[in-house]
């Protein structure tokens, strides 16, 4: 009965381990009852897949309820098995793993983009809950991977590509090496089987030509450390296709450039033998400069722990050397996974592997909403699936972010409160910009001050990591809810101008409480709240908000609009004015700039009608366009206006531009506002202070600009200022 899982029983009992064979045995069962009459595309019957995947399982050393999810983990999907019969025969435990495992189906999404983006939502919520779901995924997508050839190229190509920039990574994220190496070999024979047959065999001829070289420099270490009195393992591999191809292709190396092509890797029994072991390799060869790297002081995110080092043999070919204990082999071979092995029958320690998985939890509290599929994605390729960055505290501590992070990123990573009151930063004992990115190695500190009224908005365009970006909206939907609900209800208007009809306020009051009722959203106040802190953006809602704006506003019935901006018709006639700025159907008019609102290149911008003074150029979002743009009085005023962009980036116009400027007073707060002015060769045109309560300090200054970009530029370099706690765009 059990002859075609008698290769799991044999490997599991060869354990020693506490493993429950009858109630595996029993899972077996069960699966290939359910699964009877099922086959794969190969041909083979179905159960093949669930046992091939409980082997995998088993070499990673999981528990019972690991093995069992595996042999039913298709059951629940494509069987129609009840959770509750699984949780009745084979515990509570199992049936959990069986059900994070399980994958969505019966839900009507808008999208296929929308239901991939929601089975990974709900794989990391799974992984939060416990990791071993993600075991079990991984080991079913390595095995499906392996059988991928009797599935059609279409098929084909999506698997291994959503394998290649999901699946992979992942497991290098959690130190599964092994399985990760695999996923990215088998990804690529797929997706691009010419480069790798290419690469593939260019191995194997370099590996042909050297084989005798590695096998002597084998031998000269092994002699030498024996002559050490030191108990070792040594052995030898070469650089997979995939790392070679990816170093090729996307690096534009040469093949003989890869100096990692070949390794040994020398295991010893404790950390001290791992340095005596590095100084012997670096006494027999010569190292080459740069190439050294320790990973046991400073591990890796994915608590991978090494010894690396090049040197060069003596034909004159590089190769590395790695250096670990058993115990980090161990990890390096299986990641986290290495944690979840018997002892005395028991798991190990929990609270351990949850304190190394706290970035999985940062993914699951960074999505308030689950509207946005983009920015999840973005999310995951930045904080998951990118390189990482080592940067110090000035006591010596190690912070990890993603390749690319700001200071604002660091801040936010040591603590929310740092970041809430960050009004500066140093890398390296040198004041730099907020948006600065830190190099591996560096000292960063960041400046803060109590005074400080929080995170600025923009902040939300300047950080790479979501645990930032999460914080920073956190601290705006708690600290600035009436700002909030103000700005959200703005985005809301310019969305409906887009419609070109008239709705009441109960029809508005209507949609938006049907939209937010789809989202999930329970009042108006808490929709309108989402959109200003940026919890949600209105690209992502704008189809179910034009859905029901056609189902509530119905255009046969619709009153007469009011004016809008809309209503602005562009003429066949178009007409370059002096300014840099086309106005549509105005012919040699002069063009000023309103004082109001002081536009830049850059902005959105309209044009205003004077009666004798030409056309006045506003902002779009200008409080007084705003307030005045309904008056059925200045409907014939208003004009399509836009900047004629070429000729601003060709010619050399400045434009006024007005900062707000709240600071903590000291003696050399103006000089080091006008020193960085002057660096950037930026023109003082006016400024005058007001003072407050506590030292603080309100300085209005107006500067000489190009555009948007340059005035943003100038306020970057502004609050790198330690005193100066927040700037704002105002108005002459």
């Known amino acids: 009965m059990y002859s075609d899982i008698e290769k799991l029983i044999s490997m599991l009992e060869k354990t020693n381990k506490h493993y429950d064979i009858e109630k595996i045995k029993s899972a077996y069962i069960k699966a290939k009852q359910l699964h009877d009459g099922q086959f794969r595309a190969s041909g083979e019957p179905f159960v093949s897949h669930p046992i091939a995947v409980a082997e995998i399982v088993a070499k990673l050393e999981l528990d019972t309820a690991s093995i069992c999810a595996a042999l039913l983990h298709d059951t629940v999907e494509d069987c129609g098995c009840d959770l509750r019969d699984i949780e009745r025969e084979f515990g509570s435990e199992t049936a959990m793993l069986v059900d994070g495992l399980t994958k969505l189906v019966r839900i009507p999404f808008e999208d296929k983009e929308e239901e991939h983006m929601e089975n990974l939502r709900k794989m990391f919520l799974a992984m939060s809950k416990d990791i071993r779901v993600i075991f079990i995924k991984l080991c079913d997508r390595l095995h499906n991977m392996r059988t991928l050839s009797a599935k059609p190229p279409k098929k084909q190509r999506i698997t291994a590509l959503e394998t290649m920039y ?39 001829q370099k590996y042909g030509q050297n084989k005798d070289f590695l096998e002597k420099a084998r031998g000269f270490i092994a002699d030498k450390l024996t002559e050490n009195n030191i108990k070792f393992t040594l052995d030898g591999r070469i650089k997979s296709v995939y790392s070679t191809y990816k170093k090729m292709f996307e690096q534009n190396k040469q093949f003989d450039e890869i100096y990692d092509f070949y390794a040994l890797r020398v295991i010893v029994d404790t950390e001290l033998e791992c340095y005596t072991v590095l100084g012997i390799i670096h006494d027999m060869f010569k190292s080459v400069p740069g190439r050294f790297k320790d990973y046991i002081s400073t591990p890796k995110p994915n608590l991978y722990r090494s010894l690396h080092t090049t040197v060069i043999g003596r034909g004159g070919v590089p190769f590395e050397v790695q250096i670990r204990t058993w115990d980090m082999h161990h990890i390096a071979e299986y990641g986290i996974a290495a944690h979840w092995k018997y002892k005395t029958g028991e798991k190990s320690n929990k609270d351990e592997i949850d304190e190394k998985l706290n970035w999985i939890l940062k993914i699951i509290e960074s999505q308030d909403y689950s509207g946005d599929s983009d920015e999840f994605m973005d999310m995951l390729k930045i904080d998951i699936f990118h390189d990482e960055t080592f940067v110090f505290t000035p006591k010596g501590d190690v912070i990890t972010l993603p390749y690319g992070s700001t200071v604002i990123d660091f801040a936010y990573a040591i603590h929310s409160a740092v970041g809430n009151k960050m009004v500066g930063a140093k890398i390296n004992g040198a004041i730099v910009s907020i948006d600065r990115v830190p190099k591996n190695g560096d000292i960063v500190e960041i400046l803060t001050s109590s005074g400080t009224k929080g995170p600025s908005r923009d902040w939300l365009n300047i950080v790479k990591t979501s645990e930032a970006r999460t914080k920073i909206r956190q601290w705006f939907k708690k600290e600035r ?188 707060l103006l000089v080091d506002i006008t020193t960085i002015l002057a660096e950037m060769k930026v023109t003082l045109l006016q400024i005058n202070t007001q003072s407050k309560a506590n030292d603080e300090i309100i300085i209005n200054m107006v500067v000489g600009c190009k555009n948007l970009d340059h005035y943003n530029s100038i306020v970057s370099r502004l609050k790198s200022v330690k005193s100066i706690t927040d700037i704002v765009r105002g108005y002459t």
């Open 166 to 204: 999901v699946y992979a990574p992942l497991a290098h994220r959690l130190g599964m090496q092994k399985i990760n190496h695999e996923l990215e070999n088998l990804s690529l024979a797929y997706l691009d089987p010419i480069g790798y047959e290419e690469v593939n065999t260019t191995i194997q």
């Open 481 to 668: 809810k009436a700002e909030n609900i103000i700005v959200g209800k703005t985005e809301i208007e310019k969305e409906f101008r887009k419609y070109e009809r008239y709705y009441t306020d109960e029809q508005r009051d209507e949609i938006l409480n049907n939209v937010a009722g789809r989202i999930g959203v329970q009042s108006l106040d808490d929709f309108y709240n989402v959109i200003g802190y940026g919890g949600l953006s209105i690209s992502k809602i704008a189809a179910k908000l034009h859905d029901e704006f056609d189902r509530v506003v119905k255009v046969e019935e619709a009153p007469k609009k009011l004016f809008d901006v809309t209503d602005i018709k562009t003429p066949s006639k178009v007409n370059k004015n002096i300014g840099g700025v086309i106005v549509d159907g105005i012919d040699d008019c002069q063009v000023k700039f309103a004082k109001c609102c002081n536009p830049l290149p850059g902005d959105t911008i309209i044009g205003f009608v004077t009666k004798g003074y030409g056309i006045s150029i506003h902002k779009r979002d200008c409080p007084n366009v705003e307030s005045n743009i309904i008056k059925e009085e200045y409907n014939e005023r208003w004009v399509s206006a836009y900047w004629d962009m070429p000729s601003m980036t060709q010619g050399s116009g400045i434009f006024e531009a007005v900062l707000k400027i709240f600071a903590v007073n000291n003696m050399t």
